[in-house]
């Protein structure tokens, strides 16, 4: 499925998990696996009139990150002998996108930073904008998860009847069909407060019907769970997450459903904030596996 891993790394613990994530992967898909870090020289220590100083400190940070990455590179290659490295100075975001058409990158694996009270703080930056704007799947890796099997058993994609829902139902099973994994569909949906109760059976009613009608080709799988939960989108993916101990949560960058949304910035924006399982997040058009391969 995979062709060509991409793992971003800032030799923090924070990517740790993240490398150990991409080297499992790429030892697992048998495919090419690169690791990069991008120097982002501080230009405002050097005043303009000592270009040398930021030619000095470019100098020092590019063969720090250097000798860095070749001790990382030689402990990857101990399980996938043919993993590179590479260090290149730039715009963060700007030089990963880059990056992920000239390797021709078929999936993205990022680290997270650990939480604060709201989010995770490499989220709404570097990560955030990789999120927003990359061609192929990203997998957000937290610093502080708990402990999932790598190659997942058990994967969690929620759906809202949405095209770009769809695919990334699509490209679950595959992936799931791949590597032996359970999955769990869910289609999560609020009810509005002080709902007549004959309006809110109704509306369950009506969902669950909606589920089948959409997704007939999941009934009588032993490998598929489907099921509608009452509650805000994002908590409720996150809870059957946990209840399950899924290993995944794979999901749409954006659509838009009935009753819930799968907006980055929304949901899929606050899942992948707060997660404790790595989240899989694919952007529409479909991120097909190997769409930005010639």
Not at 31 to 39: T, Y
Not at 115 to 123: D, N, P
Request: charged fraction near 20%; charge should be negative; include cysteine.
């Amino acid at each position: 499925m995979f062709h060509s891993i991409l793992c971003v790394i800032d030799f923090t613990s924070a990517t740790e998990r993240a490398v150990e994530h991409a080297t499992e992967w790429a030892q697992q898909q048998k495919c090419a696996l690169e690791l990069l870090h991008v120097v982002d020289p501080p230009i405002y220590m050097a005043p303009p009139e000592l270009p040398e100083l930021y030619l000095t400190i470019e100098t020092s940070m590019v063969t720090d990150a250097e000798q860095r990455m070749a001790a990382q590179v030689a402990a990857v290659r101990r399980r996938v002998p043919a993993a590179r490295g590479r260090v290149i100075c730039g715009l963060p975001a700007r030089t990963i996108l880059e990056h992920i058409t000239a390797l021709k990158a078929d999936l993205v694996v990022v680290g997270t930073h650990s939480r604060t009270a709201l989010s995770r703080a490499f989220l709404g930056s570097v990560a955030d904008r990789v999120l927003r704007t990359s061609p192929v799947p990203v997998l957000l890796v937290p610093q502080d998860g708990r402990a999932v099997e790598i190659v997942p058993k058990l994967i969690v994609t929620p759906t809202d009847f949405s095209a770009p829902a769809r695919d990334a139902l699509t490209f679950c099973l595959a992936l799931a069909r791949e590597v032996g994994a359970f999955v769990e569909v869910v289609h999560a949906y609020e009810i509005p407060a002080k709902l007549d109760q004959n309006l809110v059976r109704a509306l369950r009613t009506a969902v669950s019907a909606q589920l089948g009608t959409e997704h007939p080709e999941l009934a009588g799988r032993s490998d598929v769970r489907v099921q509608a939960r009452e509650g805000e989108p994002a908590e409720t993916i996150l809870t059957l997450t946990e209840e399950a101990g899924a290993d995944l949560v794979l999901m749409a960058s954006t659509g838009r459903g009935f009753l819930s949304g799968l907006l980055l910035g929304g949901v899929t924006d606050r899942v992948a904030r707060t997660s404790v399982a790595p989240v899989l997040v694919l952007r529409p058009p479909a991120s097909w596996v190997g769409s930005n391969r010639s």
